[in-house]
């Protein structure tokens, strides 16, 4: 089919000093198999030298255009100014420390023609660390059973949240550019902070069915090179995305919510407390871990720990770091314990 036949996807890469890794997205996306594209790049005033690099790249590249901006207003408008400038059938957001595999606007494309009712289409996604290397494959619920279904609704996917928090990734999603401009309008990022990217994929749900396609075409930076890396690793105060889920906890919990998904998102809760608390252990601030931890263990929560092997996983691990926060730890066993936490707990 001729270029101009097929619709038009418009790429954005937002991008704020992403001198050392923007270089491989670009080429990843150059080597699109899907052709009709354009691609812009929104420096959000990089001091790194990013534009400079950008420029080198694209000289010659009709598809791609940098617009340089001389005010940073944050990730989340930066965002928003996708939005803005979007002006394909479809926009992507693509990230500037991502790698994209080279069908996956094909791919993404192909699902909208035989899903005309969906808003929105995301994949799965390895992880690779700086020197983009693949460490893993990505979280991804198996109760979806890709193999079996791509197409799903609000409650099915904010009933698997409300155990394992926001499995869907950002850059992979490709969504429709009438849904962005007519429906979301743009990241609320003054009430969601980081997490504000949830909200509009439960935005979208809420009016539309999404896809998740069962293919790996998006390779994700978890090294420290990547900016959610950067946040989490020292990030003693409760995640954004207990915000999100707060507020559609309320909106939903009398349509689709029974009490097995609330008791979900109770343990959930219990096991950020956890994360926070293992944190404050590393800091050697155990009065703190254990005010934390001692939540989890208590009587109450016994019964329906009792009823998944996960949620139990969560209230052994509670029992372990509360009785940690009683013992001297030390150098070595702070260093220990970064080690279980980083490789072994991922909490």
């Not at 009430?191 to 994929?201: I, M």
């Not at 939903?252 to 096991?271: A, G, I, M, P, T």
């Not at 050697?284 to 092997?309: E, G, Q």
């Amino acid at each position: 089919m001729q270029e101009q036949k097929l619709p038009k996807v418009s790429v954005c890469v937002p991008v704020y000093n992403g001198a050392s890794t923007i270089l491989d997205t670009l080429k990843s996306i150059a080597n699109q198999t899907y052709k009709n594209y354009s691609v812009l790049i929104l420096d959000n005033k990089s001091t790194d030298g990013t534009p400079e690099i950008v420029e080198k790249f694209i000289q010659g590249k009709e598809k791609f255009t940098l617009i340089r901006f001389n005010e940073n207003i944050g990730g989340e408008g930066n965002f928003n100014r996708c939005i803005q400038y979007a002006d394909g059938d479809y926009t992507a957001i693509f990230h500037a420390d991502d790698i994209y595999i080279d069908t996956i606007l094909e791919r993404q494309v192909e699902f909208f023609t035989s899903h005309p009712q969906a808003g929105a289409v995301f994949t799965q996604s390895y992880l690779i660390d700086d020197t983009a290397n693949i460490t893993e494959k990505k979280f991804m619920p198996k109760e979806l059973d890709l193999a079996r279904q791509c197409e799903f609704n609000f409650a099915e996917i904010f009933k698997l949240m409300l155990r394992y928090g926001n499995f869907l990734t950002f850059p992979s999603a490709l969504v429709r550019t009438n849904v962005y401009k007519n429906e979301i309008l743009g990241w609320r990022g003054n009430k969601y902070f980081t997490s504000a990217d949830l909200d509009v994929w439960l935005r979208i749900l809420l009016k539309h069915p999404i896809g998740i396609l069962n293919e790996y075409l998006l390779k994700y930076r978890a090294g420290t090179a990547s900016y959610s890396y950067r946040v989490m690793k020292k990030q003693l105060k409760r995640h954004d995305l207990f915000l999100v889920l707060r507020d559609y906890v309320a909106f939903s919990k009398d349509k689709v919510l029974n009490k097995y998904d609330l008791d979900n998102y109770l343990f959930l809760r219990l096991k950020e407390n956890l994360r926070r608390a293992i944190l404050y252990l590393i800091q050697n601030n155990p009065k703190k871990s254990r005010k934390l931890a001692k939540p989890v263990i208590v009587t109450k929560n016994i019964l329906p720990a009792l009823k998944s092997h996960w949620r139990f996983g969560i209230y052994m691990v509670g029992i372990a770091v509360y009785l940690l926060s009683l013992l001297p730890l030390g150098a070595f066993g702070r260093s220990m314990l970064t080690f279980v936490r980083y490789r072994k707990f991922k909490l």
